[in-house]
């Protein structure tokens, strides 16, 4: 049996938990992807616990808990500042919508509960001492670098069709590579991932796009037609293909959204309901079209400094972002230095507003819009009051012979 030794903080700060449980008599162990990655040697960003006690045993024991998903054996308990999700060993039976059990049994034995889950490197179980317990050779695999599904892979990805998904994430996330029958099982099944919710596939897409090594992930994707059962890419495997081919894989969520509608020539008039259809926010759809029509203008012609202003630096280093993914370098240095030379950054920071204007002597209206945009269009001269009043006299002029005469 492997025992580690030297635990990260985080496991350190849960002994307690763990302590209470097995002080109690019963079995508590550190359960699923912390134990993978600390075996692996990665950042541990929380740890789940699994136990023999029952939920109300759990809650018994300690003073703040939440019943997070107690019909399933899921008690969350505040401890020490920080909260863990203690689940009951269980075992679970029919799947009628692909994702959740119908029927949990609560169960006295480890063993069984390992049984359930999805992944040979994912069921793994850790106790207070440190020592690993590995019942399908997940640590094998981990030194291998496979993605395998406990037991029948047909079976693991009917009880839950997300977990098709999950493997090409992990595979992205890890650098691993699928196991034979798993891969195959998930090309013979790949039809189930219709079942399941845009939002839960999204999650994992996302996850895949900005792992470190997305492209061969994505290569699986389309491998076993995966890429056929999600929104919008039905039919688009060829242009879909360019993905694995890509120079840098994205590191920003709103980089990797660009890329695909990029890829998959999107208009930009059907940018909007492609984003809605993967049920992205208002918030991420906006500034993804952002990106894509600054892309567009740098591919046309070289911004203007009212270009660069209305873009914002974000836009433009989003942009620069894409640009270096598809293998279209632009001079990033060059527009970053831009912008920042630029004399305001913000239309806040503009000499003229409509309050300015109005009092001296301008009526609300159309001339006024007009006026102030023109000062927005010539921002690098009209920053301080003083280039206002140099200015405003042809401004005024020029609006008047242009809409009175």
Not at 277 to 303: C, G, R, Y
Not at 308 to 336: C, H, K, M, R, Y
């Amino acid at each position: 049996m492997i025992r580690i030794d030297n635990l990260p903080e985080i496991f350190v700060k849960a002994m307690p938990v763990l302590r209470t449980l097995e002080d109690a008599g019963f079995e508590a162990y550190f359960v699923g992807g912390s134990v993978r990655d600390v075996l692996l040697h990665r950042h541990v960003h929380d740890v789940d616990i699994t136990t023999s006690a029952y939920p109300e045993e759990v809650k018994e024991l300690f003073d703040k808990s939440i019943d997070t998903g107690i019909k399933h054996g899921t008690v969350t308990v505040l401890y020490g500042g920080e909260s863990y999700e203690i689940t009951t060993f269980r075992t679970e039976s029919g799947y009628q919508d692909f994702r959740r059990p119908d029927h949990v049994t609560f169960v006295q034995n480890l063993d069984e509960d390992l049984k359930r889950r999805d992944f040979t490197i994912n069921a793994l179980a850790m106790d207070m001492h440190g020592d690993i317990v590995d019942l399908f050779n997940g640590i094998e695999d981990l030194k291998n670098h496979i993605i395998r599904a406990v037991g029948n892979p047909e079976k693991r990805f009917h009880e839950d069709a997300l977990r098709m998904m999950r493997a090409v994430r992990f595979m992205s996330q890890l650098e691993f590579k699928l196991e034979e029958k798993t891969e195959q099982a998930i090309k013979d099944n790949h039809e189930l991932l219709k079942k399941i919710s845009v939002e839960r596939i999204r999650e994992e897409f996302v996850k895949m796009g900005l792992g470190p090594f997305s492209r061969q992930a994505f290569q699986i994707f389309l491998d076993t037609q995966l890429s056929e059962d999600v929104p919008d890419f039905a039919g688009k495997k060829d242009l879909l293909q360019v993905y694995p081919q890509l120079k840098f894989s994205p590191t920003m969520e709103t980089s990797l959204w660009a890329v695909i509608i990029i890829l998959l020539k999107v208009s930009n008039e059907n940018i909007s309901k492609f984003m809605r259809d993967w049920k992205n926010s208002n918030a991420m759809t906006e500034k993804v079209e952002q990106i894509i029509k600054m892309f567009d203008l740098i591919a046309d012609h070289v911004p203007t400094d009212y270009e660069l202003f209305e873009a914002g630096e974000d836009i433009i280093i989003n942009t620069i972002d894409v640009a270096d993914i598809l293998g279209q370098p632009v001079s990033s240095e060059a527009l970053v230095d831009r912008y920042l030379a630029l004399p305001i950054k913000t239309p806040s920071e503009l000499a003229v507003d409509g309050r300015f204007l109005i009092k001296r002597g301008m009526r609300p209206g159309a001339q006024l819009g007009r006026t102030i945009l023109f000062s927005m269009r010539n921002v690098p001269f009209i920053h301080t009051i003083w280039h206002l009043f140099v200015m405003l006299g042809s401004i005024l002029m020029y609006f008047s012979v242009l809409f009175y005469v």
